[in-house]
């Protein structure tokens, strides 16, 4: 995932939001977000090539996600997947705090990561490209494939637009508004554009919070929250290579006229 926008505490009705784009090869297999077989509790997409997953939370009210951190120069292809990290919090019970510390005194492993695990009134981000956990008070956070709230034009962009949307247009769209805010395909100028070894040509294709290419793009556009009634909900929209909607998931618990999934 390349791009997430995440407010803590900044509605009543709804004390954790993500919002978050997903940019991948679209020759990579992957599965749509879904209730896991082997763990039914845990809502998220699986990665089919690596293992894990990128974004994804649980009945319970944990949730986590990771973005790659963009340096070529660093990068080991011999390296475990990232998508790991995600998926061993869902699976897991330790709190937050202690599961970042524990990737911290691991991260050394992996390429480089941004990571965000939290729960119902802890958040927390870790990243092996900076030292120590860092804990997340309430407001509006923004993660793309630098450290967290790197201005960059597509995450300082998208920040705004979700702000807004916090700040008027909830009564009348609801969550759905925040797909909107995912779906800018406006590049960057390039006097703007960040450097981070990977040729202007491609800091420009990149530079859009959603990207349509041919080969690498926004593969996915995720809505996930914590609501105050202790229910919780995660929507994903998939597009194909032209841009195009390729399929939806809607998930929330307690189900429409019914109780909560035992975990």
């Not at 940019?23 to 977000?33: K, S």
């Not at 870790?126 to 494939?145: D, E, H, K």
Request: proline share 10%.
């Amino acid at each position: 995932m390349c791009l997430a926008i995440i407010a803590l505490s900044a509605l009543p009705d709804f004390p954790v939001i993500v919002a978050a784009n997903r940019d991948e090869r679209h020759a990579r297999p992957t599965a749509p977000a879904g209730p896991w077989p082997d763990r039914p509790d845990i809502i998220a997409g699986r990665d089919l090539e690596a293992g894990g997953t990128w974004l994804g939370m649980t009945h319970g009210g944990r949730y986590a996600l990771l973005t790659n951190y963009r340096g070529p120069a660093r990068t080991d292809p011999a390296a475990p997947s990232r998508g790991t990290l995600v998926e061993a919090y869902l699976r897991g019970t330790q709190p937050p705090a202690d599961y970042a510390r524990e990737v911290q005194s691991r991260g050394a492993r992996y390429n480089g990561f941004n990571l965000i695990v939290g729960e119902r009134g802890t958040s927390y981000y870790v990243s092996n490209r900076q030292p120590g956990p860092q804990p997340l008070a309430p407001g509006v956070y923004g993660l793309s494939n630098h450290l967290l709230d790197t201005p960059w034009p597509k995450l300082t962009r998208t920040r705004q637009a979700v702000s807004a949307w916090l700040r008027g247009a909830v009564a009348a769209e609801g969550l759905e508004g925040l797909f909107a805010a995912l779906a800018d395909r406006t590049p960057a100028a390039d006097a703007d554009l960040p450097d981070t070894g990977i040729g202007l040509a491609r800091e420009r294709l990149l530079s859009s919070p959603f990207i349509v290419d041919p080969a690498y793009g926004t593969r996915s556009s995720t809505v996930l929250a914590l609501r105050g009634d202790g229910g919780a909900e995660l929507h994903e929209i998939r597009y194909a290579s032209d841009g195009s909607p390729a399929g939806r998931e809607d998930w929330s618990w307690p189900p429409a006229g019914g109780d909560m999934p035992a975990p």
